[in-house]
């Protein structure tokens, strides 16, 4: 009966999915902040490297999780596996905000909900290729993770992302209903997120939180392209703020021999926070940068294959660009500042 509701009214029932996801998660974080319970739960100290002064519980993804994963087993009942696997990892990276974990302890489940989905899963490419789309899921999971350290980012990364996948999967050139209404929801819980994330933050997203986000950004990209929803630079080009902004400073790090999974202040969004837009104002141009490069990645869906790729490097050239007038930016405050040193 759902099934020929999503058949029948896929748009009716996405609006619904994202007006009840978004007054679930709000309804879940609300309560656990009124009942102290939030505190209790996970907490993050401010240090040396924070963007913040002041204690703050993180338990975003106590809202945000629960309501992706009855969204997935309503909606898609065919992606359980992946709900699953994002219910797993949520559970693991509660354990690290709680208590700390070895990195390579988070590591090792990350890779395996990342295998399971493609094992269980196989697109019909060659294993190397395979290969290389499992090391990018990967990597998406743990760089979301590393931009969730300003008010509003990750969770407006989230809002426009997987609404950019719903959008798609609802109207674009090759619908999936499922899939779309499935988006929708993680859209939808991730605005009720912003409710209470957006500056100033009341609580943090937590690895609890970030780590299956990135991990559903990666696996539903992942699923729309194996089922023919959109191409297979999609996904990327829907995340590429996220991901040119965590790669581009993850490459630096390692050039330089520094551990790359220890907390520091290198990113750009906080390159942007410290050179005084503050948390609001970088959140909020990081909104319009996610909307543009989304609604092109939509455009794009309607191209030829030459012109989906010219579309893609378009889009490269002006991610470039904005990196470089950050780096400008910085250099030119580097250098007053040793000046007045």
Known sequence: MLHSYLEASPRLAAMSAAILAFAACALILRTLLRTGLAWRL?????????????????????????????????????????????????AVSQIDDRRGLPARVRFAAHMVAVALVIVAHPADVPWWALAVVGFLMLWLVNLYNFMDGSDGLAGGMALFGFGGYALAALAGPAPQADLGVASVAIAGAAAGFLTLNFYPARIFLGDAGSIPLGFLAGALGYWGWQRGAWPVWFPAMVFSPFIADATVTLLR???????????????????????GMGHARTALTWY??????????????????????????????????????????????????????
């Open 253 to 275: 790090r390692l050039s330089r021999g520094e551990k790359f999974w220890q907390a520091h202040r290198e990113h750009y969004y906080q390159r942007m926070v410290r050179l």
């Open 42 to 90: 996970a907490t993050d100290i401010p240090n040396e490297r924070s963007l913040h002064e002041r204690p703050t519980p993180r338990v975003g993804g106590w809202g945000i999780v629960p309501v992706a994963v009855v969204a997935l087993f309503v909606a898609a009942p065919s992606m359980w596996l992946v709900a699953a696997c994002a219910v797993f990892l949520a």
């Open 288 to 341: 319009l940068f996610m909307l543009v490069g989304i609604m092109l990645a939509n455009w794009a869906l309607r191209f030829s294959s030459t012109g989906q790729w010219a579309a893609v490097a378009g889009w490269t050239v002006v991610v470039v660009a904005a990196g470089a007038v950050v780096d400008a930016h910085w250099r030119r405050h580097e250098t007053r500042h040793s000046e007045q040193s």
